[in-house]
């Protein structure tokens, strides 16, 4: 098999290499798909070239590449509208292209519509596989040519001669139609109307041109619109703004309110996160969002899930720029499939149309809800049913992904409806539970540089800043600042999710209720967060598990809980998973001074220890029942305590207009 040389003479923007569909099956812990943002425009390409859909091409936003090849090479150039020209002479998009050897091929800057383009490659790229998939996440810093963009200089190997019999035309009416005002098919849920959003909430979502705004990249699109009314006042445990709930799994697609600012959640988006997402983009439709730039606006219009176009497809019905003309309304359901009346109760919610998010019981932190949601996650997967694929669990929820060309939602909604009535009780949860002891920088001068950050470039008046602990104490009503700290350090937290803000950054809750401090998420968001930051949202932990947006209030920071040497074996990390930390595990603090823990984070780095003590163990459900009950009274007792100082809190942020005022600088998700 030949083999032939592509050089990169000018990089382009932000160019990387991506397959599809991705990454698929690592959602659970917080690894994205990623893979290109319009798949439509990239499996054409590949479609052109005689490739596998899926094939390994190259993304680029706004300015596209120059690229040699040593042999002649065929190419495809489709997406944005951008000038492409061979040795200097103008060439088409969207048609295979012979490129000689030794000829430049320049893909230039996009003047017209649309903001991703794309380069594909007829042959098969050299790039290893991480995790099942060349796709690059240039956050994680894994997948692609070393993780990230591409450079001046790089040499990527294409295997396969040129062969002009495999090339296929694509015909005018397939390419997708891009534009800057833009219309995209959505279902209502899983969260909207009438629970978390008012009706005149959802009225004023489809009615809207949202537009978009300039701080927008592969994690989502974000989006300048009206605030929501909102149809409660806080989200109790799970946080003080309205927006706040308790983790669940995500959709690619979802419409994310981050407070009061919407998001739509891109292909290297987060997979676990505690916001509302009244809508959701059909899959067929989510392409679009890789065109989006700065400027264009978005009218979202609600339709039938049934009348959603087939993922698998690549001809007129995936490329419809108005979904308006199959479109006869949502499914006026809000976004419930169905609900289920029992001892626990069940609520099916629709989160796109490859989604069912199942949810137990009511919007409480309750142990017995997240085991009967693992008990779901572990019969569903011993099953495997076809088509499906991911399992991602949250604190009283799973999250159940397929393919709906291959497993319809009805077929599924069938099956879910049989495991149900076949799980064992709650109370009889007994599950593997190792103690993990780890290091804590606290108040960590890496987080005091985030907040710095924040009030410089996002928002100055916030009431957790200048500093997060103190807002933490004043929200739980302690007396100290020590007594914050003593908390932290007496609890025991049970890891109720992993993939909170990605790569295996756990969502954990104090055992003890009267060691469950609960406060707010930044509204809006942080834009920068320091890797393995440690932070508070409303009764939950969470390790981030590297650098980027966040929203829980900082106590410290400790050692990495992704294992970056992946595949190779280091430290504290099994050799089969570069992610630390599994569902059940119980994480408890040991102080150490800033410079130690850089001691300790330099030495898991390179393979050595780290700091962290693991003990295996085991979890009763039953045993924690029976905690629960011999401490009732004082356990009462404190969370009477924590209720005052809750409700002390939001009266001062409604008499300061932090409900209606506050909040519309921009913010991450």
Known sequence: ??????????????????????????????????????????????????????????????????????????????????????????????????????????????????????????????????????????LGKFGGLRGGTLTEGDIIEIVGAADPSNLRSIPMEHRPVLTSKWE??????????????????????????????????????????????????????????????????????????????????????????????????????RWKLGQLKAGDTIRFVPIRAANAAALGA?????????????SSGGDGDDGVIARREAETAVTYRRSGDDNVLVEYGDMTLDLALRARAHALHERIEAIAPTGL????????????????????????????????????AASELVVPSRTVRMPLSWDDPST???????MHGVRADAPWC????????????????????????????????????????????????????????????????????VGIGGAYLCIYGMEGPGGYQFVGRTTQVWNHRYPERSGSFEAESPWLLRFFDRISWYPVEPEELMDLRADTAAGRGGGVEITDGEFSLAEHDNFLADNHDSIEEFRAMQAIAFDAERTAWSAAGEFTTKGDTDGAV
Not at 74 to 88: F, K, L, R, W
Not at 315 to 320: D, L
Not at 389 to 400: A, E, F, K, N
Not at 477 to 505: H, I, S
Request: glycine share 10%; proline share 8%.
């Open 314 to 326: 690549l001809g007129v019905e995936r490329r419809a720029s108005f979904p308006v003309v199959f």
């Open 448 to 454: 005091r540089e985030a907040i710095q950050r924040y």
């Open 1 to 138: 098999m030949s083999t032939t040389k592509m050089t990169v003479v000018r990089p382009g923007i932000l160019t990387t290499v991506q397959d599809w569909p991705g990454r698929i099956g690592y959602w659970k812990v917080g690894v994205p798909p990623s893979g290109p943002m319009d798949d439509l425009s990239f499996r054409l390409g590949n479609v052109a070239l005689g490739n596998p859909e899926g094939a390994a091409g190259l993304e680029s936003a706004m300015s596209g590449p120059a690229l040699t090849f040593d042999a002649d090479t065929y190419v495809c150039v489709t997406g944005a509208d951008v000038p492409v020209t061979i040795d200097g002479h103008s060439a088409e998009q969207g048609r295979p292209l012979l490129v000689p050897a030794g000829a430049t091929l320049d893909v230039g800057t996009s003047n017209g519509a649309g903001l991703r383009v794309y380069v594909t490659i007829q042959g098969s790229m050299e790039i290893d596989d991480y995790l099942g998939s060349a796709a690059t996440f240039t």
């Open 389 to 424: 694929l991911d399992l991602t669990p949250g604190i009283r929820s799973l999250q159940v992904k397929v393919d709906p060309d291959v497993l319809p939602i009805s077929t599924l909604m069938g099956l879910l409806a049989e495991v149900e009535d076949d799980l064992p």
């Open 466 to 533: 200048p500093w997060n602990i103190e807002f933490i104490r004043r929200m739980n009503g302690l007396d100290t600042v020590a007594d914050v700290f003593d908390t932290v350090f007496a609890a025991d937290y049970m890891v109720l999710g992993l993939g909170d803000v990605y790569l295996g950054a756990p969502v954990a809750t104090p055992l003890d209720p009267r060691h469950r401090l609960v406060t707010t998420k930044y509204n809006p968001a942080r834009t920068w967060t320091p890797e393995n930051a």
């Open 184 to 285: 995209i098919a959505v279902t209502e849920g899983p969260h909207g109307a009438p629970d978390f959003f008012t009706r005149a909430d959802m009225e004023t979502l489809f009615a809207t041109d949202y537009e978009v705004h300039f701080n927008s990249d592969r994690t989502g699109v974000r989006l300048i619109g009206p605030k929501p009314e909102w149809a409660r006042q806080d989200g109790g445990e799970a946080g003080l703004h309205p927006s706040n709930i308790h983790d669940n799994a995500y959709s690619v697609g979802a419409l994310d309110f981050t407070g009061d600012t919407p998001i739509l959640l891109g292909p290297d988006g987060p997979s676990l996160g505690g916001f509302v997402c009244p809508v959701t983009v059909v899959a067929a439709e």
